[in-house]
């Protein structure tokens, strides 16, 4: 199946600092990926959708000032938590949608990216 | 999304067949029927999905009702490595179109 990674798989950072998280599929091009987050033992909640060349959308409740995406290429989305705060801790997951799926709708998931700010 | 409804739990001894419920009584015509699962800090990973024929792949089967409105996952054979949470989303497949996760199905696959 097809393969979408996310780096760092972990990081941990100071209260107030950004942290950049990479989501990348690499064997098709994504025209659209969308960004998780999970909070201990509960479920994914949508962030925002990512289109290639466009602004992401953001879900109710998710600040598009504190949360930045950038999808400036067919393969690549990046997720920017700036100005850090423990709140922000989090366990936030990547997903890609192949522009050439035929149909099926399969979205193919990230390993996850476990931030923990101090 | 039409919504779903699983049961929040389930134990299944290791070797026996794990049946996985889902409901989802308000399906439209044009929506799948989709299976995930998530081993603790992992991303989702597909296991498979259907429209309303039965449908099984080297993972596992999906049986599908006649009125749609309700699927039952088997995993065969379940080991210790399919203990997750399985989440049962529908979804219409109509562009790209996000992934809507409600609670699902903590497996404990008990040795």
């Known amino acids: 199946g097809a393969v979408v990674s996310q780096h760092p798989s972990r990081v941990i950072c100071k209260s107030g600092t950004s942290v950049k998280i990479e989501c990348r599929s690499l064997?098709?091009?994504?025209?659209?990926m969308f960004w998780y987050r999970q909070f201990p033992k509960k479920s994914l909640m949508l962030m925002a959708t990512?289109?290639?060349?466009?602004?992401?959308?953001?879900e109710q409740g998710v600040e598009k000032d504190k949360f930045l995406i950038n999808h400036a290429s067919l393969t690549l989305s990046t997720l920017t938590v700036t100005s850090a705060h423990p709140e922000d801790s989090s366990f936030y997951i990547c997903?890609?949608?192949?522009?050439?799926?035929?149909?099926?709708?399969?979205?193919?998931f990230g390993e996850g990216s476990r931030l923990t700010v101090l | 999304d039409a919504k779903t409804t699983q049961p929040p739990s389930m134990d299944c001894a290791e070797g026996r067949a794990a049946n996985l419920p889902c409901n989802h009584s308000?399906?439209?015509?044009?929506?799948?029927v989709y299976w995930y699962r998530q081993i603790h800090s992992q991303g989702p990973q597909y296991i498979i999905h259907?429209?309303?024929n039965n449908e099984t792949n080297e993972m596992a089967s999906l049986i599908i009702t006649e009125d749609r409105k309700s699927s039952t996952l088997i995993l065969p054979h379940a080991t210790l490595r399919d203990t997750a949470v399985y989440y049962c989303?529908?979804?219409?497949?109509?562009?790209?179109?996000?992934?809507?996760f409600g609670t699902g199905t903590r497996l404990t696959v008990i040795p």
């Open positions: 997903s890609a949608y192949p522009a050439s799926s035929g149909g099926t709708g399969e979205l193919f």
């Open positions: 064997d098709f091009q994504a025209t659209t």
């Open positions: 990512s289109n290639e060349g466009s602004k992401a959308t953001y």
């Open positions: 308000t399906i439209s015509g044009n929506e799948y």
């Open positions: 259907g429209l309303k």
């Open positions: 989303i529908v979804r219409a497949v109509t562009g790209a179109n996000n992934l809507f």
